[in-house]
């Protein structure tokens, strides 16, 4: 058994092969990583625009200027300005050669042909430079970054329709549990209606992951031999949901090992999810997850969706920590790691109740995991913990 440190740094430092590069078209971006650098080929912007409404002046020791034009937003401005003369200019607008500032309209008296301003404006005044946000070669988007609506807004002002991203993932997820009736049928005694299938799917969609199997086992060890064979021909990756402990019908464990997947680690010293499973074959790997639907997800967050991340070829895929005050006092007494579903507003981390690994109403509401490290703990309100938002 290892510590979640232990556990993290080894994820953080496990070689993975990165997925196989295409060409998308910009619009189709969001959600994936870029597998090149964008280079940009255009500065920005690419003439000296105006960054507010106003006045071009070609400063001159007066307060008074003759107006001789109009810039607007989209026209090249070819009047060439003499000392005392101005144009007015609108936001985003072409700012002719010969204007050294711009004077917003606020600070500016118009009478006819004549303007009058209430101080001589600094040189470059609500004038963008070229090249002021970025210049023609410099390098801008890395590889490795996760594409969001921002940056897909930003590469199409650079005039670029096609960008080269990493391949989706494929993932299949493999169900264990006689004891689970699909959403539909009579539930009777003895039977849990099967939800970690949908918790999984909607967190994978969440990554940008859309090609997902998934495969029912029943709880044998021969199925569940075949069906992780069969997940393994189709997936990247492939994520267990229960059978992963030691009771008479958890087999997970015993078919990885006859199938020959390497063990990595297993089992974490920790609260929920302590049966986590980690392991590689042939390039692939796998998690086996515990079946108690909070522990499911527990593991998904903390360690699931950070290797994904990692083998989309994303650079930034770690959790976000903060400190925040708590609001509420805690106290344990074990000596394994805790994750505990709580709600992070007005600065301050709230824990919820329902802890439970069994129960999932209180991750509905969370939005954020407090850890605590293993050994005891007595905190009063107001008392600094680690945060992990999910969200």
Sequence with gaps: MISVEEALNILDNQVVNLPAVEIINVSKGLGRVLSETIISPISLPSFRQSSMDGYALNVFDSFEYKLVGESKAGDQCLIKLNPGEAVRILTGAHVPDSAQAIVIQEHVQVNGKIITIESIPKEGSFIRKVGEEVKKGDSTLNKGFLLNE??????????????????????????????LVPIGEKIGTGKIYESNSVVIQSALYKKGIKDIRVFVVKDTLKDTIQSIINAFETSNLVLISGGISVGDYDFVKVALDKIGVKKIFYKVKQRPGKPLFFGEIDNKFIFALPGNPA???????VYVSQFLSKLMGDTNYSLLRLRAPLKNSFSKVEGRAVFLKAIYK???????????????????????????NEGSINLEDGALVDVLLLR
């Design 150 to 179: 921002a940056s897909l807004g930003f590469i199409t002002s650079l005039g670029l329709q096609k960008i080269k991203v990493y391949s989706l993932l494929k993932v299949s997820i493999l169900i264990t549990g006689n004891e």
């Design 295 to 301: 522990s499911t997800l527990n593991c998904f967050y």
């Design 346 to 372: 007005n600065y301050q981390v709230f824990i919820l109740e329902h802890q439970q690994s069994s129960k999932m109403i209180s991750f509905a509401h969370a939005n954020c995991l407090v850890y605590f």
